[in-house]
């Protein structure tokens, strides 16, 4: 089985681009993914993760992922390689987005003014809920 799920911070904003053959949108972008343990006496240490988006997805992720926010991205490894005009062949290992979602708290995002205008209701206002104490209503 080839899945993975990596939670981290974007290093930079997500480049877009299309393939020519298709004209297929792909996003790349990188994640920068803190190790869980770090030694004794030592700071804690990040991998950076290459990830690349395609489609909805890519769209996604080029459209609302800003860098420095922390997202979580499921999906799966992919190897790859090619030759260059010099004739050198490149390896390349990253992760095939399937899903991608944000993470960051209301806290740590800041502003939620831009998910308003995004979603149409602002995440930042309390929801109140109301209980109904009658059982008449009950649908069991």
């Known amino acids: 089985m080839n899945k993975v799920i990596l939670m981290g911070r974007l290093t930079k904003d997500p480049e877009v681009r299309y393939t020519q053959t298709n004209n297929t949108l792909v996003a790349s972008f990188s994640l920068a993914v803190n190790r869980r343990f770090a030694a004794q006496g ?79 209701t602002n995440l930042s206002e309390n929801t109140e809920f109301q209980v109904n104490s009658s059982d008449d209503d009950l649908p069991f």
């Open 42 to 120: 030592q700071e804690r240490q990040a991998d950076f993760i290459n990830i690349v988006a395609w489609n909805k997805t890519g769209e996604f992720c080029s459209k609302y992922f800003k860098k420095g926010q922390q997202v979580a991205v499921i999906g799966r490894i992919q190897t790859r390689t090619w030759d260059d005009d010099q004739g050198t062949k490149h390896y390349v290992t990253e992760v095939v987005a399937e899903e991608a979602y944000f993470a960051d708290s209301k806290r740590e995002n800041g502003d939620s003014s831009s998910f308003e205008n995004t979603f149409g």
